[in-house]
């Protein structure tokens, strides 16, 4: 059973909307990260979180998304302007260890299934 | 950059038959992690295997991989698949300066009775 706790598990939006998805890491995780799988299941790395700071995103989360990881709230993702082809899983991870070419497991969430009508 | 390409998108086997799903890699690492994920259906991905160790075999239920850094790659392997075996399978490395993970396309591993 999954430790990283995402919700919530469907959000159905029109194209234009806000979509805001929320993710408890595992606890003790300090690294979290946000994927898109999309409907040919392949995965899209978005950003990443070391605690409260943003390590690395692309360049289309840094245009249309806002992410943070509060300490002691739940990290979030939020597309500020739904368009048909953000529909897609939405995965949150977390891990231990980060750096130096060896990363820890990814603990993965069950995801966050986003339809943009 | 660094990248991870699996050749098979669907891999359809009878009960019992090996498994083999091949994995390569590229990267700026000279000594990467390479994991395998699995995810079944309407579940989420979990870690299925990894290695660090050049020419030392990996295996976990049932599963193994060897990684072999002279070709750049890390095939998953079973003798026998099972029908439980059905799932998307994904191999994948860290890259970049913060270990994201880069995943390859996946391999949708079906298995009939």
């Known amino acids: 059973n999954s430790k990283v706790i995402q919700t919530p598990r469907y959000l159905v939006k029109g194209q234009g909307q806000k979509a805001k998805m929320r993710c408890i890491p595992e606890k003790g995780h300090p690294v979290v990260f946000w994927y898109q799988q999309n409907k040919n299941n392949e995965f899209k790395f978005l950003i990443n979180f070391q605690n409260q700071e943003v390590l690395q995103q692309i360049d289309m989360t840094e245009k249309r998304f806002s992410a943070e990881c509060p300490s002691n709230s739940p990290c979030s993702l939020e597309i500020q302007s739904s368009e048909a082809g953000d529909s897609a899983l939405y995965l949150c991870?977390?891990?231990?260890?980060?750096?130096?070419?060896?990363?820890?497991?990814?603990?993965f969430g069950e995801g966050s299934k986003l339809t943009v009508l | 950059g660094d990248s991870v390409t699996q050749t098979e998108g669907l891999v359809t086997l009878t009960e019992g038959l090996p498994v083999m799903l091949n994995c390569t890699y590229q990267?700026?690492?000279?000594?990467?992690?390479l994991f395998w994920y699995v995810q079944h259906l309407n579940e989420s991905p979990r870690l299925l295997l990894k290695?660090?160790?050049?020419?030392k075999r990996t295996e976990h239920q049932g599963f193994h991989a060897t990684l072999h850094k002279s070709s750049s790659s890390f095939h998953l392997q079973k003798s026998s698949a099972q029908l439980s075996d059905s799932a998307l399978y994904y191999c994948?490395?860290?890259?970049?300066?913060?270990?994201?993970?880069?995943f390859g396309a996946g391999t949708r591993l079906a298995v009939c009775p």
């Open positions: 991870a977390s891990s231990l260890l980060l750096g130096g070419g060896n990363t820890g497991q990814l603990y």
């Open positions: 994948a490395l860290p890259s970049g300066s913060f270990n994201k993970l880069t």
């Open positions: 990267t700026i690492y000279s000594n990467p992690f």
């Open positions: 290695s660090f160790t050049d020419n």
